[in-house]
């Protein structure tokens, strides 16, 4: 087992520049274990680095949805770390290791991340709660001041409504949110600022869908080749 | 006084995608203040309305050192947050409404940040260091797996190599350090990844004033209109 060389949980966010995306890692300091959220197939390489230089063993490989936006680096890492295991939702239709529903724990020793089904932007949308961090891992169902699309990829704004409200808004205000996205450069939020300040969610659920269907917003760039090669674990690229 | 709607401290990394430029907010909870290290002219509006909308008053704008390749927001700033005062190390040769020098405290409250100047990549870099979340912010001094180039603005790569040895490689190991840029999408590390995993500050001495002198870097785009605005605070420009 290697050991890490920190005494506390290890917790690092990246970013990927070309899809604005959000990457974490989370890793045991006793275990030595490490998962991944979100990782992009750009990135791989620097994250294999990032890992082996932590001293970590990345066992999960999780994806909060099938992305439209990127295709996944969870394929690549196992190049790395054979034994890692790609993670989706048993509701995203999408290939995967291993799959996860509501309730589920993924467990890597001092770090537990609950997993939460928020469906809306996409039918197999989850959230990863850690409450030793006191963080939650949203993907897309809940963005910072704004919320992911729901125009396509089974997307459902009534749906969403309900598991940003039911199983988000329900966290401690002064959890932290990190996010899969953000254009602005701000890297994570509260349950706090969300439930108070997104222009949104603090819609009624009548308004929030009404403004959903005018959102008129472009077609992702990379939704036809990202689709596709996700559903497959990022392995058709 | 504005009150806080957190029960911790509050600390938040924000990035200006331009000059990949992180600026970071360290708020008190209990006091509502909160300074802002290295913010950028691009991104004012961004960060005052967040620290509104975190119910944090702005008590000192804090540069690590006169920027060569982004205009400091620290002049914006006070639009919205008056009695905020700018500070830059007394070293700099800049104009700031407040000096500081090696062993002074920041003090907001239940956050103090310990000025550590750093010199090397300028004559008036300081690192703060926040020992209750055990974080450094380095500005240019020390960067993820580099460092700050030392070939203008009085940069003297001696100095540097023993401003890093001597202020920030003796923080403890799990220290975290938050850089002042990062091309590469990674926003943390820490003291232990740094003091054996960076490439150059690893070197002797010797080699690594070798190592600066031949990187033969390009002349950074800003630096004609950067140097002159932020040596009077940000006001030219």
Redesign the interface.
């Known amino acids: 087992m290697k050991v890490s ?4 949980p290890i917790f ?6 070309k899809s604005n995306t959000y990457t974490y890692i989370l890793g045991c300091h006793k275990t030595g274990k490490a998962v991944i959220i979100d990782p992009v197939v750009d ?1 791989v390489s ?1 994250d294999v680095q ?1 890992l082996k ?2 001293k970590l063993d990345l066992i999960y490989g999780l994806n909060t949805h099938v992305h439209a936006d990127h295709i996944t680096g969870t394929n690549g890492l196992k190049s790395a770390f054979p034994s890692m295991k790609s993670v989706l939702c048993s509701k995203s239709g999408g290939q995967a290791d291993k799959y996860v529903s509501d309730g589920e724990v993924i467990d890597i020793g001092g770090l537990k991340l609950e997993v939460r089904e928020t469906p809306g932007h996409t039918n197999g949308c989850v959230t990863y709660v850690e409450h030793t961090l006191k963080s939650a891992f949203t993907g897309d169902a809940l963005l910072i001041r704004k919320c992911g699309r729901t125009d396509f990829q089974q997307g459902n704004s009534s749906a969403l409504y309900d598991s940003v409200h039911k199983k988000i808004f329900t966290l401690p ?2 959890y932290l949110i990190y996010v899969g996205h953000n254009y ?5 939020t ?1 349950v ?2 969300e439930k ?2 997104n222009p949104r969610l603090t819609k009624s659920k009548e308004e929030f869908v009404e403004f959903m269907k005018n959102l008129k917003l472009d077609y992702p760039k990379q939704i036809d080749a990202a689709v596709p090669a996700n559903m497959v674990d990022g392995k058709d690229h």
Not at 12 to 17: P, Y
Not at 184 to 188: C, K, P, R, V
């Open positions: 060389p920190f005494n506390s690092r966010q990246l970013i990927e520049f990135t620097r990032l230089d932590l205000e002064d602005d450069g701000i890297l994570q509260s706090w600022e108070n300040l």
